[in-house]
């Protein structure tokens, strides 16, 4: 993690242009002009943001994607999926979600759209009426500025110019997608929240189709004075993890302002930024009017932009139908190891991991503790409950020990905990078509289960978090090798955590500040000490 200190003699991205032709580039970071013109015609080959998780096209018959088969042969919960849309079910929930989506979709082409509302019914977070009508007005920019539009060809020629441009009607936001799945998630929400704030149409892409746009190329020095007293024709933000102190000058107000007259912005990024967003003035009004519980944005965002495909609709919506509809109490536990044990052992097994997550569970009474012995539980046993434990995690390790255990002794008061886990793939594959698909539908199915149980740090569990609108209990990160005490905490929001958050007051133009106490609103994290959060809090 980079924090770095002496700021206050740095320079803003207006004085760093400046002196472009006198710098040579250092390292992934900086804000950089480069050369775009080879490459165009694979570069801007995009797909809007809303329309990115139908990447993974469906057939005609929806196929499973998980490894085990669901219990029965299926059929009925096919039938189901032509039921969900019959009018009486329809009226039974919100399928709009308080008006974020539209009427409109063909429903049978992208399920997930309209099904998402009946299996998280959560009235208590309402999307305000102010960021419906951005919404729509951001809806009909894309129809306006969008892909395959006049406005959209003219803006690509003059950016393919290479000419500055003073004004145009349409500003786009490039953003390069390339880390696993969570992430990825993350990072689009919050492109999208800040190509809302700035009226920018916002495309999608990774960087396999990109290719040799942000080579090592600053622009050079002729070429530079033509640019002097207007706009460059886009810029290069880098804000990947690893980015470094000029690069963090994006979040300062002086730089926003500079930025809204480039009609091109290029975003590499791999966090949640907006807990940032929130600390630069001229959008503080905006965003309150948007969000006026503070710690709602990814949830509402994410509702509105994730649809998955039929594929992966139908693998989650059976797999909740055969392990966890009929289930008194749904529990959710996702498991993110961060500690080694040997090589190719990150994942385990860990014996003080499955004590933490247990003692968890049963301290916070989200499980039941297990009798000490028959007699004892047999007092309870009449209790006849059942609860559903969702597990998600690469090793399959800790599910089946959860699993003996509650098999093998009976309970305290009596409830049977049945235990499940969807799919164990051993080792991240972010590439990986399939594994993606999987790791997708598990996310959703989290967020169907009643409570929740996270790992820290884990992007993987935020987004889960985000969609079911569920304040997490949050597994603290262990070390060397022993169990915390206590073993979990209660998340102070249902908002992921910007890991690499700056450090740098930009009013006060000093370094080494802890922004979590400018606003009320904008905390450390529980789970990362350095991060940033949006609680919905007005004091300090």
Not at 173 to 178: Q, T
Not at 190 to 200: G, H, K, Q, V
Request: overall charge positive.
């Amino acid at each position: 993690m980079e924090r770095n200190g002496g700021g206050e003699g740095r320079v803003p991205l207006r004085q760093q242009l400046e002196a472009a032709p006198k710098q040579t580039r250092r390292g992934g970071g900086g804000f950089v002009l480069a050369s775009a013109r080879a490459s165009l015609g694979v570069c801007f080959l995009l797909v809007p943001a809303l329309l990115l998780l139908q990447r993974w096209q469906a057939g005609p018959v929806p196929v499973w994607i998980f490894d085990t088969p669901p219990e029965g042969d299926g059929r009925d919960m096919k039938d189901d999926i032509a039921d969900d849309l019959s009018p009486s079910a329809q009226i039974e929930y919100d399928k709009l979600l308080g008006g974020l989506l539209i009427e409109g979709f063909d429903e049978r082409s992208c399920r997930s759209r309209y099904q998402f509302a009946r299996y998280h019914r959560n009235a208590a977070r309402v999307p305000s009426a102010y960021l419906i009508e951005r919404l729509r007005r951001q809806e009909a920019l894309q129809k306006k500025c969008g892909p395959g539009t006049k406005s959209y060809n003219k803006a690509l020629k003059q950016l393919s110019s290479g000419q500055s441009i003073n004004t145009t009607d349409c500003n786009y936001l490039f953003l390069i997608i390339h880390a696993g799945l969570g992430n990825r998630m993350l990072e689009i929400t919050s492109a999208f929240l800040y190509a809302l704030l700035t009226d920018r149409i916002l495309l999608v892409d990774s960087p396999e189709s990109y290719g040799n746009m942000l080579r090592e190329k600053v622009i050079g020095g002729n070429t530079y004075r033509s640019l002097v007293g207007a706009r460059p024709p886009f810029v290069y933000l880098y804000l990947d993890g690893n980015y470094g102190f000029h690069d963090k000058l994006f979040y300062c107000e002086d730089d926003q302002q500079f930025l809204k007259g480039v009609p091109w912005l290029i975003m590499r990024t791999d966090m949640y930024f907006v807990p940032s967003l929130f600390l630069i003035p001229s959008y503080q009004d905006e965003l309150s009017r948007l969000f006026p519980e503070k710690d709602t944005v990814f949830h509402h965002l994410a509702r509105y932009l994730f649809h998955p495909t039929n594929d992966i609709w139908y693998s989650v919506t059976a797999y909740y139908k055969a392990y966890l509809a009929k289930a008194d109490k749904r529990v959710g536990v996702q498991i993110r190891i961060y500690e080694t044990k040997g090589i190719l052992q990150r994942n385990g097994p860990f014996p003080h991991i499955l004590e933490q997550i247990l003692s968890c569970a049963q301290n916070e009474k989200l499980l039941p503790e297990i009798g000490a012995t028959a007699e004892a539980a047999a007092v309870t046993a009449g209790k006849n409950q059942t609860i559903a434990v969702l597990t998600t995690s690469l090793s399959s390790w800790y599910s089946d020990q959860i699993r003996k255990r509650y098999s093998e002794h009976q309970t305290v008061d009596g409830t049977t905990v049945k235990v499940y886990q969807p799919s164990h793939e051993e080792y991240q594959k972010s590439k990986n078509k399939k594994h993606n698909m999987k790791a997708l539908a598990e996310i959703y199915l989290l967020s169907m289960t009643d409570v929740l149980i996270t790992s820290g740090f884990s992007t993987f569990g935020y987004a889960a978090q985000g969609l079911a609108g569920k304040t997490p209990w949050i597994l603290f990160r262990s070390t060397n090798h022993v169990a915390p005490d206590p073993a979990c905490g209660r998340g102070m929001s249902i908002e992921p955590c910007f890991h690499n958050a700056p450090f740098y007051d930009c009013k006060a133009k000093r370094d080494n500040v802890d922004l979590g106490k400018v606003v009320p609103y904008v905390r450390r994290c529980e789970d990362v000490s350095w991060g940033l959060k949006i609680v919905n809090q007005t004091q300090l």
